[in-house]
């Protein structure tokens, strides 16, 4: 609670997004260098939502989903490593040396699969930022120095995929020449075509092996300098079918890329294997369907075993039916492409 002569609250949301051309793989892991461009959909209602105060305490205070922050449990060790990294970063422009009360929760139900780490890191990123530099709005952060752009390669430091998500619609993170030259493109606004993600969640385990320890080994994989010679192309392709609304080879190209990523993720040494067979079971009927009726919707995967069914917004009842006449084992969550991040004040700033 805000009660009077405490330091504001500064609330930030940062949505998830679904890569469809993946991000597999560094050229160098410890400044986030990523191997190859990537292309995602900026998700709507799966957010994190992240409240951030200055305490008077002598260290940080972290809460998430309910949970204290507990140093050795890995939900916390990212965040808070992270938060220790911005802060150095950070020390010489601004004064970081404030702790922080910082409490933050999903809008979707952990371990669903959707990627948390993304919308997690970017809203500890925002709201931390905003609390030092006394910003409520996007407009005094960047009278600051803060643009969406710097926030988005801060937050990249802790998350890659994080981003992605500092835009709305379809976003583009470019690997750049060198480490320094990577940026952040919001190429086509969420209106531009209203896509749904309809999420079949098969398993809520956390995944054995994270995303970070996976992009480690791609390039043990025999097939990851073909990948990455495909991927300039490939991305090329897709967003030329953005650009045309062309649904059909969008879909080709989002399940390609899928697959290949998880072609390269079971050729490395050691092998990584996200799916379950569920997973395979259910892309199986997918490509089936497809092969028999008119079923306009196509497949994407991250690394985990749960499905992103992506659909045009007319076809979503009908898929989401023929989905749940097949009575298999899972749930499903219902997303779409969404407007980016937001950033404001606790409504309770004014009680006095
Ligand atoms: C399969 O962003 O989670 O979801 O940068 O190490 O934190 P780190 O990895 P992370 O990797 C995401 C991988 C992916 C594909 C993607 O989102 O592009």
Redesign the pocket.
């Given at each position: 609670m805000n009660l009077p002569n405490q330091s504001p609250e500064y609330v930030a949301e940062v949505p998830s997004?679904?890569?469809l051309?993946?991000?597999?793989g560094?050229q160098n892991?410890e400044l986030?260098w990523?191997a190859n461009d990537?292309l995602?959909m900026t998700l709507s209602h799966a957010r994190s939502i992240t409240r951030v105060q200055i305490n008077n305490e002598p260290c940080d205070l972290l809460v998430i989903d309910g949970r204290q922050a507990d140093q050795n449990s890995p939900q916390f060790k990212?965040p808070l490593q992270f938060l220790q990294k911005i802060r150095t970063i950070l020390e010489e422009e601004i004064d970081t040396s404030r702790h922080l009360s910082i409490t933050s929760h999903n809008t979707f139900p952990q371990s669903s699969g959707i990627?948390s780490?993304?919308s997690g890191?970017g809203a500890l990123t925002l709201g931390a930022v905003a609390a030092w530099t006394g910003s409520p709005s996007f407009s005094v952060l960047s009278s600051r120095g803060f643009s969406q752009e710097r926030l988005a390669s801060l937050a990249?430091l802790?998350?890659?995929?994080?981003c992605?998500s500092f835009g709305g619609g379809f976003v583009l993170?470019k690997a750049g020449k060198s480490p320094e030259d990577q940026e952040t493109i919001s190429l086509f606004s969420r209106e531009h075509w209203d896509l749904q993600d309809m999420i079949l969640i098969v398993s809520r385990e956390p995944k054995l092996i994270?995303?970070?320890h996976?992009?480690d080994r791609a390039w043990t994989s025999p097939l990851f300098k073909n990948r990455l010679s495909e991927v300039p192309h490939r991305l090329q392709r897709l967003q030329d079918s953005i650009v045309y609304r062309d649904f059909a080879l969008f879909g080709a190209i989002i399940e390609e890329d899928a697959l290949e990523?998880h072609e390269v993720m079971k050729t490395s040494v050691p092998s990584l294997n996200y799916l379950l067979p569920i997973t395979r079971e259910i892309l199986q009927w997918i490509l089936h369907k497809r092969a028999s009726s008119h079923f306009p919707a196509y497949f994407t995967?991250?690394?985990?075993p749960n499905i992103h069914l992506i659909c045009e917004k007319a076809s979503l009842d009908r898929l989401v039916n023929e989905v749940k006449k097949e009575n298999w084992p899972i749930e499903i969550i219902v997303d779409e492409i969404g407007s980016g991040p937001a950033l404001s004040l606790s409504a309770l700033k004014h009680q006095k």
């Open positions: 997004n679904i890569a051309i993946k991000y597999w560094k892991a986030q990523p990537s995602s990212k990627a780490s993304a890191i990249r802790g998350s890659g995929s994080s992605r993170w994270s995303s970070s996976g992009h990523m995967l991250d690394a985990g």
